[in-house]
């Protein structure tokens, strides 16, 4: 389901989440980056690779959405797809005006995470050839 040759940043402040998401990815073949800071997440972007980006949506001092505008406005990061969860019961609309792809709400289903996961680095990589 999962290709080796897919890597996926996931920031969350919620290190039980980070590492949940990380375990399910990469039993399914991704290579994962988990970080809980918006610091750390721009470092990795600009060092690696990645084809996806998973983030909460309120993160310690850092509003996501923020984050998640501030790569869809930048010519090197505006493609890579961003899927945004949060448990606030408002978040949906807020997270897809701020540009992300896909919103999922807390708690989530892992089948649902990884059918939009898969689909959206196709499109990327198709989109890309």
Do not use: W
């Not at 919103?103 to 196709?122: Q, Y």
């Amino acid at each position: 389901m999962g290709s080796l040759n897919s890597s996926i940043l996931v920031l969350d402040d919620d290190p039980d989440i980070g590492i949940m998401i990380k375990m399910m990815l990469e039993y399914k073949g991704y290579s994962v980056v988990v970080t809980d800071r918006a610091e750390k997440a721009e470092e990795i972007l600009s060092t690696e690779q990645m084809d996806l980006i998973i983030m909460d949506m309120l993160l310690s001092g850092v509003n996501g959405t923020d984050i998640c505008t501030s790569l869809k406005q930048n010519p090197n990061t505006s493609s890579l797809p961003i899927i945004m969860i949060s448990a606030h019961p408002n978040a949906k609309q807020i997270c897809l005006d701020a540009g992300a792809n896909e919103f999922m709400a807390k708690p989530f289903d892992i089948m649902d995470m990884l059918s939009k996961i898969n689909r959206l680095i196709s499109d990327k990589k198709q989109t890309n050839n």
